[in-house]
C-alpha cells in the first residue's frame, strides 16, 4: 500500500502563532456584542435615514449606476429564487464569516490573525459610519419602487416597524457588512490557500452582492463603501503588522498564480 506522503510546510498549522482558544473566543463574543449595540445606538435616526436615501439613489442616477429593480426582477420571476435569496441574505452572513475564522484559527493561526484584525478594523469603521451617516435601504424609499421582498415573500430577519425593530438596526445600510465581510473571507482564503481554484471564493462575495440588492437590502453605493473600507483595513493592518518585520505578515508569503512564491 503506497504510503501518504507528508503535508506541505505550507499546509501544516504554525502552531506557535495560535493565539489561546478561550482569549479569542471572549475577544470575538466581545467585538459581536460591540457590533450588535452599536448598530442599536444608531436607530431612531428616522428622518435623517431617508433623507441621506435621497441623496444616495440620486447620486447613483447621477453615477449611471444600474437600477437596483434590475436585479430584483430577475429574483421576482420566481416566488422559490426570491425566498431562496431572502434566506441567504438571512443565514449565510455570519455562519460563513465564522467558519471561516474557525477554519484559518485550525488550519492557518497566522492568517487567522491576520484576518480577525482586518474584520475588527473593517467593522469598527462601518459601525462609525453607521452611526454618523444613518440610511433607509431602498426597500424603504418610496422613490425606489422596489419590493421588500422579505417581508412580502419571507423570510426576514427584520420587524415589519423599523423605528419599532428591537433587534436590529434598519437604517445601517451603508457600508453593507454583509458584501464587506464576504469580500473579506474571499480574499482571506484566497490568501490562505494555494488551489488554482482558490479565486472561485470570489463567488461568495458576488452572489452576496446580487442577493442584497436584489432583496433591496442594500444600494450598489453601500457595497462600495465596504469595498473602499476594507481597502483600507487591509492597509492599516499591513502598516500595523509590517513595521517589525515585514517577512511575517501573511501577504508576504501569499502564492502567487501556479503555485509560485
Not at 428616522?46 to 437596483?68: C, I, K, M, Q
Not at 422559490?80 to 455562519?95: D, G, K, S, W
Not at 463603501?225 to 508576504?252: D, F, I, K, Q, W
Request: proline letters at 7%; glycine letters at 6%; one cysteine or more.
Amino acid at each position: 500500500m503506497r504510503a501518504r506522503s507528508a503535508p506541505a510546510a505550507e499546509d501544516r498549522p504554525d502552531l506557535a502563532s495560535r493565539p489561546p482558544l478561550v482569549r479569542e473566543l471572549l475577544l470575538v463574543a466581545g467585538l459581536f456584542l460591540v457590533y450588535k449595540c452599536g448598530r442599536l445606538l444608531a436607530a431612531g435616526e428616522t428622518a435623517t435615514a431617508f433623507h441621506h436615501a435621497d441623496g444616495v439613489w440620486h447620486a447613483e442616477r447621477a453615477l449611471g449606476l444600474p437600477d437596483e429593480a434590475t436585479v430584483q426582477s430577475l429574483l421576482l420571476h420566481s416566488d422559490t429564487l426570491v425566498r431562496i435569496a431572502n434566506t441567504y441574505y438571512a443565514t449565510v452572513h455570519f455562519p460563513a464569516t465564522a467558519l471561516f475564522l474557525v477554519w484559518l484559527y485550525r488550519r492557518r493561526p497566522r492568517h487567522y490573525l491576520w484576518s480577525r484584525r482586518v474584520l475588527a478594523v473593517l467593522t469598527g469603521a462601518a459601525l462609525v459610519l453607521h452611526l454618523l451617516v444613518p440610511l433607509a435601504p431602498p426597500r424603504m424609499l418610496e422613490a425606489a419602487g422596489l419590493v421588500d421582498t422579505g417581508q412580502v415573500y419571507g423570510p426576514t430577519v427584520y420587524g415589519a416597524a423599523p423605528e419599532a425593530d428591537p433587534l436590529a438596526n434598519q437604517f445601517a445600510a451603508m457600508p453593507s457588512l454583509h458584501f464587506g465581510w464576504a469580500l473579506m473571507v474571499a480574499v482571506g482564503l484566497i490568501v490562505a490557500t494555494r488551489s488554482r481554484w482558490r479565486y472561485l471564493w470570489l463567488l461568495h462575495p458576488a452572489l452576496t452582492l446580487l442577493v442584497v440588492v436584489g432583496t433591496a437590502n442594500h444600494y450598489w453605493l453601500d457595497a462600495l463603501a465596504a469595498t473602499g473600507l476594507l481597502a483600507a483595513a487591509l492597509a492599516c493592518v499591513r502598516l500595523a503588522e509590517t513595521a517589525p518585520s515585514r517577512g511575517h505578515h501573511p501577504l508576504a508569503h501569499a502564492p502567487l498564480p501556479g503555485g509560485r512564491r
